[in-house]
């Protein structure tokens, strides 16, 4: 069936990249992805969780539900740099694919709308929402320079730090304002030494995103954007706590006041399911795919997902699936331009078949199948 549908599924892959948008206003990408399981009957139900750009289509009627999740939000400025434009419609073509044996395997099969990956977290809400809570596993995937069958992620968090001084005319009378830029400049040289005493895995980056409006005054407000990361969500914990130290010290310095606001919900770590995670690889193999070697997956984390929040709580995996990007990795101009390429648009399609082979695999499998329900109706419980 994928096969047989490679043009419309290409074809929405290159429409999504065509027309770039950003966390919660996807507003044209999210109407795309709905558009060929509409036409194959899926029941739609749109804005779970009250987010505009969200939705859920269910085919089917089994009692194992399967959620598929795709993703279609862009990056300022660089586009589909992250290349979601192949994960909606790899998404798209696993559903399609799994409608097609729903009633024989006993499947409900949930095309999820997922927005807001990139910065917002759609996943977590929709988790707090409750818009997975019949769901018994969940899969889904990423493109990116190598095949990686179990990929990781880091734990990630976001904050927006606000420092408010007092405007003073920067050469009449210096001495009677108090300097908000210089409270930017002090937390950045205390985050910049603390990278020394960062544990494995701990990293941390930022951008000001504020530094004060004229040269000749001195400004009352700045602000900083930073993103902390870790290997697991404890350390990214004790990561937060140290690098506060850092903001608070750039207020305590300058006499300034200052305000850390998380803006956005934090992502937890991708933990793949093991039975899943070996029969995608097994499918990557059996498609001509060469993963990377299972003792070196763990070690190559590849940025942060809201995914991740989701394989806390249930079965799921995320597999990375290769394209040729001449060298380029993800959020990169050129990983951009590739996401539309000859191989990107074999990754949609071979990506459509390896997840929902195992999908069909886990069905099939009572021992597996009996495994996920159980887990399902324990976090119901």
């Known amino acids: 069936m994928v096969t047989a549908r490679r043009g419309d599924l290409v074809e929405l892959s290159h429409a999504i990249h065509a027309e770039p948008e950003l966390a919660f206003a996807e507003h044209r990408s999210c109407a795309k992805t709905q558009a060929l399981v509409a036409e194959r009957g899926f029941h739609i139900t749109t804005g779970p969780a009250g987010l505009d750009t969200a939705f859920r289509a269910e085919f089917g009627s089994g009692p194992l539900v399967i959620g598929i999740c795709a993703e279609y939000d862009a990056l300022p400025d660089i586009g589909h740099a992250c290349g979601h434009n192949i994960i909606a419609a790899a998404a798209v073509g696993t559903a399609l694919a799994l409608a097609d044996v729903a009633d024989d395997l006993g499947l409900t099969v949930v095309l999820l709308g997922t927005p807001a990956e990139e910065a917002g977290g759609g996943k977590v809400l929709m988790l707090e929402a409750g818009v997975f809570d019949d769901i018994a596993a969940t899969v889904m995937l990423h493109p990116g320079p190598i095949d990686i069958a179990a990929a990781r992620s880091l734990a990630l968090s976001e904050a ?48 000001v995103s504020d530094g004060g409006q004229a ?87 590849l940025g942060s997902t809201d995914m991740g929040n989701v394989t806390q709580v249930m079965p799921g995996i995320h597999p990375i699936v290769g394209i040729d990007a001449g060298g380029a990795s993800i959020h990169q101009p ?29 069905a099939a499998d009572p021992v597996q199948r009996d495994r996920v329900l159980e887990h399902q109706r324990r976090r119901a419980s």
Not at 231 to 249: T, V, Y
Not at 336 to 362: F, H, K, P, Q, W
Request: hydrophobic content about 50%.
């Open 160 to 207: 927006t730090i606000r420092y408010t001084g007092r405007e003073s005319h920067a050469a009449v009378a210096p001495y009677l304002g108090i300097n908000a830029a210089d409270a930017v400049t002090v937390a950045q040289v205390a985050v910049g030494l603390l990278r020394q005493q960062l544990a494995p895995g701990q990293m941390v980056h930022g951008i």
């Open 334 to 362: 050129a990983f951009a331009a590739a996401a539309v390429s000859a191989s990107a648009d074999t990754a949609v399609v071979e990506g459509s078949i390896m997840l929902a082979r195992t999908v069909v695999a886990l």
């Open 215 to 301: 040269a000749n005054v001195i400004p009352a407000h700045t602000e900083l954007r930073y993103t902390m990361r870790a290997d697991n969500s404890e350390s990214l914990r004790e990561l937060e706590s140290r690098i506060a130290g850092c903001f608070a010290a750039g207020a305590v310095a300058t006499g300034c006041e200052h305000a850390v606001t998380e803006t956005a919900p934090a992502y937890a770590e991708l933990l793949p399911d093991p039975w899943l995670s070996k029969t995608l690889r097994a499918e990557m193999v059996r498609l001509g795919r060469t993963p990377v070697a299972q003792d070196v997956e763990a070690s190559l984390p």
